[in-house]
């Protein structure tokens, strides 16, 4: 499985972006496909994660509001679309896969396959 992530780029204050991350080989139905995000100096953050059966959509308790996840089953393509974007939003986003959704779909390190990472700068 390989993942490109692309979509990031500079808007202001308020702005929307939609990030897409494109998988290649086959993906199980079982997998998660997640969002994560890291600003320099900081850990990487959860940011929401999609599981690939439903579609159904989870979130970092501080962004359900502003971001929605959702996936595209016949292009093999997850996206995010974040509304009222925020300076704090500025970030290298990257998106990630692994085979069997849990309850530990929000951390980093269960996740086996990343994407290279799109730069989302968000200007005041």
């Known amino acids: 499985v390989q993942l490109q992530a692309f979509g990031g780029g500079l808007v202001q204050t308020g702005g929307s972006l939609r990030l897409s991350c494109a998988v290649s080989?086959?993906?199980?139905?079982?997998?998660?496909m997640a969002w994560f995000r890291q600003a320099p100096g900081l850990e990487r953050q959860f940011v929401a994660a999609?599981?690939?059966?439903?579609?159904?959509?989870f979130y970092s308790e501080n962004m359900r509001d502003r971001f929605a996840g959702s996936r595209d089953n016949a292009r093999s393509t997850v996206y995010l679309q974040m509304n009222n974007l925020k300076p704090e939003d500025t970030a290298v986003h990257y998106c990630?896969?692994?085979?069997?959704?849990?309850?530990?779909?929000?951390?980093?390190?269960?996740?086996?396959?990343w994407g290279q990472g799109t730069q989302v700068t968000v200007s005041s």
């Open positions: 999609i599981r690939w059966s439903d579609g159904a959509a």
């Open positions: 990630a896969y692994r085979r069997v959704f849990n309850r530990t779909y929000m951390y980093s390190r269960y996740y086996n396959y």
């Open positions: 080989g086959r993906i199980a139905i079982s997998s998660v």
